[in-house]
């Protein structure tokens, strides 16, 4: 199965490459988006047999031990 | 007992010969460069986690050199209070071990930096001993994820166990800014709690000799060595 990890940001961290997107995008005459952010997504592949509660598990460990830093990043699974 | 060091290469560091002449020159004593997949370290007073791009910046800057195989040694090595120094990269792959407090994000305005800048001191510890109260030493900057930051619990820890070792000031010419990156209080580099371990952004590996623009990256040294 695929898996679909977002990565972003905390909230309460300037994220400077979210502003210069929105500059150019209202600078096209997008105007109407605002509070753009930029995160990241990591996908991959994990064998169909696996359990739920293992996936969400390995998952985690994964984001945990290397994907994600929690002192500036959160983590979302999609899907 | 002369002094003995190291230097740590990373796939992308960049800045390790400059840290190895660094330790060479300074210090007069045995230097050793260690490949990340080594998997012994020798008895050193200090290890050097140089500046570069190591596994280029994949992911975040030093999350992969932080999982590298000599990283349990440097571990060790700084768990047994003999001290470690990370550079730039260095720095980064520090908090990402977890050694060091907070998270280096991209610089506020997005530049990548490569100056001269300026620093003093804010808390005594080993690193800076030879470098006076209110002594501004300019020692080039080069980097994209300089702009420190922490929440405000560890910053109040930071402050309280006296970890910030240096912040970014005003130097003598005009028109430089205080804080270069967006750091959270200037903040250029700190110590862990037992200060034997610090990381910083500047490079005083490029300012010791007599062909650099400043000779103040000197003073990391020889506050060690003193």
Request: proline content about 3%.
């Amino acid at each position: 199965m695929r898996i679909k990890i977002l990565v972003r940001l905390k909230g309460q961290i300037l994220e400077p490459q979210g502003k210069v997107i929105e500059q150019s995008l209202n600078s096209l005459g997008f105007t109407e988006f605002s509070n753009i952010r930029q995160g990241k997504l990591i996908e991959l592949d994990l064998p169909d047999n696996i359990s739920k509660e293992e996936k969400v598990q390995k998952i985690d460990s994964a984001c945990k031990k290397l994907l994600v830093n929690d002192i500036i990043e959160e983590y979302e699974v999609l899907g | 007992m002369s002094f003995k060091s190291a230097v740590i290469t990373f796939p992308g560091s960049n800045c390790d010969r400059d840290a190895l002449c660094y330790l060479k020159d300074l210090t007069k004593g045995e230097v050793h460069n260690i490949w990340h997949e080594e998997t012994s370290l020798p008895k050193v007073d200090l290890v050097i986690l140089p500046g570069g791009f190591s596994f280029g910046d994949y992911l975040r800057s030093g999350a992969m050199a932080s999982k590298s195989k000599i990283i349990n040694e440097v571990v060790k090595h700084a768990n047994d209070n003999r001290y470690l120094l990370g550079i730039c990269n260095g720095f980064q792959i520090l908090t990402e071990i977890g050694l060091l407090e907070g998270a280096l994000i991209r610089n506020k305005k997005l530049k990548f930096l490569g100056k001269n800048c300026f620093i003093k001191k804010k808390f005594q510890n080993n690193f800076n001993l030879s470098i006076k109260d209110n002594q501004v030493l300019q020692i080039p900057v080069a980097h994209n994820e300089g702009n420190f930051y922490c929440d405000t619990e560890t910053l109040n820890l930071l402050k309280n166990n006296e970890q910030i070792a240096f912040e970014y000031c005003k130097g003598e010419f005009s028109n430089n800014e205080e804080n270069i990156n967006g750091s959270i209080e200037a903040i250029a580099g700190i110590t862990n709690k037992k200060k034997n371990v610090l990381g910083m952004m500047p490079h005083p590996e490029r300012a010791y000799s007599d062909f650099h623009q400043s000779q103040d990256g000197r003073l990391i040294i020889e506050s060690l060595i003193s």
